[in-house]
């Protein structure tokens, strides 16, 4: 059933809507006070995923506060410790868009982490 589903959009479709999705929430994203962005700042060269953290917060902290909005992310370590160590972070936090994913939804997200940066006073 998936597989007819996608096949029906076409992949083209579906990365096209990633990649346009991806793009709106890191020019969002840009302008969250206190917020640093992870890899690619270039839609086109990512996929739906963004990897950020707020300075001085928690991931798990921000992930609490994104859940309360009814918003779902995703804190820790990913299985990427190493990169972990790399960044010099405990955890990072991760959105992932994908062709079910709007624009209204990722503009829930970046309420959720504009009420982060003034509940934290970034």
């Known amino acids: ?3 007819d589903y996608l096949t029906k959009i076409g992949m083209d479709n579906v990365r096209n809507h990633e ?3 991806t793009k709106y929430a890191l020019e969002k ?3 969250v006070k206190g917020l640093v962005i ?3 700042k270039d839609s086109n060269k990512q996929g739906g995923v963004i990897s950020f953290n707020f300075k001085d917060v928690h991931p798990h902290d921000v992930a609490t506060i994104v ?3 009814g ?3 995703r804190s820790g370590h990913h299985c990427a ?3 972990m160590e790399k960044l010099d972070v405990p955890a990072t936090n991760r959105a992932s868009f994908y062709i079910y994913t709007t624009k209204q ?3 829930a997200l970046i309420d959720s982490l504009e009420q982060v940066a003034k509940v934290f006073r970034l």
Do not use: R, T
């Open 19 to 21: 990649i346009e999705l």
């Open 67 to 69: 859940d309360k909005n």
């Open 81 to 83: 410790q190493v990169l």
């Open 29 to 31: 994203m840009s302008k």
């Open 105 to 107: 939804e990722v503009d």
């Open 38 to 40: 992870y890899g690619p």
């Open 1 to 3: 059933a998936a597989i």
């Open 71 to 73: 918003v779902a992310i």
